[in-house]
């Protein structure tokens, strides 16, 4: 059923981009309807149409109306998070930007994502105000909860291949187009070479509430492996990701 009614919605500015002359589409991930695009009308053209509040990442109430297609029109913006420690700092800038990207890109258009958006939203508030910036263990547990939130679970504790619990004989690989991990011996591709403590890690992490992650460290092996399960599946790279690498580095 579609209505032209205004709805009202509590919603975390994923992305944005440049639209006709003076507007902008806002990419809006929210509980109820899962990931939006709307057009919000003059806001290039005055930053005060809408309160300067349209950055990545800031939590908003959102006034929207459905128009064609899939596009929605943004009528009106309150701020009810601007996340302002990490407007001033960079690590937490670009994580915030990486965890936006990342989770959208498993969110689905017109269709309720509460657990997404729920993630999302805890997510934004341990990077604004964690005593340290949260680093790679942080990340990646996000990336294997988002995952797992959008039905696509990382396999860390089954072989992908044989499906024979991984503990049961080393070594072990690690393939992200198939989304998980294999014994050596079920390998026939070659992928990258992990080690058991790196899948328990991970899969500890996959489990344990974020906010017990903001100073974990992260284990040897690849960092990017759960990231690159999420592009293999989208088929598009994470803009973000080559900053947030190259910022750190040992990640
Ligand atoms: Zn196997």
Not at 39 to 52: E, I
Not at 130 to 141: E, L, N, Q, V, W
Not at 146 to 152: E, N, R, S
Request: proline residues 6%.
């Amino acid at each position: 059923m579609t209505s032209k009614a205004p709805v009202e919605v509590e919603a975390i500015l994923v992305g944005q981009s440049d639209y006709r002359e003076s507007d902008r589409i806002v990419k809006l991930l929210c509980a109820e309807h899962g990931l939006i695009s709307a057009v919000a009308r003059s806001a290039r053209a005055s930053r005060r149409r809408f309160g300067g509040s349209l950055d990545p990442g800031n939590r908003l109430s959102a006034i929207l109306k459905r128009g064609r297609g899939e596009l929605w029109h943004l009528d009106e913006v309150t701020l009810l998070d601007g996340r302002t420690h990490s407007r001033s700092d960079l690590d937490r800038l670009t994580l915030l930007a990486y965890a936006c990207e990342a989770v959208a890109a498993l969110a689905r258009t017109d269709f309720a994502e509460p657990q997404l958006f729920g993630l999302l939203q805890v997510a934004g508030l341990l990077i604004d105000s964690a005593p340290t910036p949260p680093g790679a263990m942080f990340r990646m547990a996000l990336e294997a909860k988002a995952l797992t939130f959008a039905g696509l679970t990382p396999g860390l504790v089954r072989c992908i291949e044989c499906t024979a619990p991984l503990r049961s004989g080393g070594p072990w690989t690690f393939d992200p187009t198939r989304g998980g991990a294999l014994h050596g011996r079920c390998d026939r591709i070659g992928g990258r070479p992990i080690s058991l403590r790196w899948l328990d890690t991970i899969e500890g992490g996959r489990r344990t509430p974020l906010k017990e992650l903001t100073a974990a460290r992260a284990p040897s092996g690849p960092s990017w492996a759960l990231a690159e399960i999420i592009e293999a599946h989208t088929g598009q790279p994470l803009r973000s990701r080559s900053v947030l690498a190259s910022l750190n580095p040992y990640g």
